[in-house]
C-alpha cells in the first residue's frame, strides 16, 4: 500500500506548498484507491491526499475502510492532518491500521485511535 501511496504522490498538485503527498486506501471490499494532494491558488481550497483517497472511494461505493497508507517526501513519515483523522473516523474504526512512510525505508503503523482518541461519531443506520 506505500508503494502504491508513493506513486500517487508523484501526482500531487502542490505548487505552492511543494509538499507532495500520496495515500492510499484499502476498502472492506479489497479494492485500493489512491489521492494525492491538490492545491489551489485560493489556499482553503487544498485537499489532503488523504481525503482525495477516502473521498474516491465513498464515491466507487464504499462505505467501510479497513487499511490506509500515508506517503511524504520528508526523511520522518509525517501523520494526517486532524481534519482527516476525523473524515477517516468517518469510515473506519479506532483500530484502522495507518501505514506512515516517508523517504527512507522507515515505516510506522499507528492506529486512528492513537491519532484521534475518542473520535466525534453520530449514530446513524447504515
Ligand atoms: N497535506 C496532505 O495532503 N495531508 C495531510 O495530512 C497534511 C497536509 C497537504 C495539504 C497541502 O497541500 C500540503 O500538504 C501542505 O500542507
Redesign the pocket.
Known amino acids: 500500500m506505500l508503494d502504491a501511496a508513493r506513486d500517487a504522490a508523484d501526482f500531487?498538485y502542490?505548487p505552492?506548498?511543494g509538499?507532495s503527498?500520496g495515500s492510499a486506501v484499502r476498502t472492506s471490499t479489497g479494492e485500493l484507491l489512491t489521492g494525492c494532494?491538490v492545491?489551489n491558488s485560493s489556499y482553503g481550497l487544498?485537499i489532503?491526499?488523504?481525503r482525495v483517497a477516502v473521498f474516491r472511494a465513498v464515491a466507487m461505493g464504499a462505505r467501510s475502510i479497513t487499511a490506509i497508507a500515508?506517503f511524504t517526501r520528508t526523511s520522518e513519515p509525517?501523520?494526517?492532518?486532524g481534519a482527516?483523522r476525523q473524515v477517516l473516523a468517518e469510515f473506519a474504526g479506532d483500530d484502522l491500521p495507518v501505514y506512515l512512510g516517508g523517504d527512507t525505508d522507515e515505516v510506522l503503523l499507528t492506529t486512528l485511535g492513537a491519532l484521534l482518541p475518542r473520535a466525534f461519531r453520530l449514530d446513524h443506520e447504515a
Open positions: 500531487a502542490a505552492f506548498s509538499f503527498v494532494n492545491e487544498t489532503c491526499a488523504e500515508i509525517s501523520t494526517p492532518c482527516c
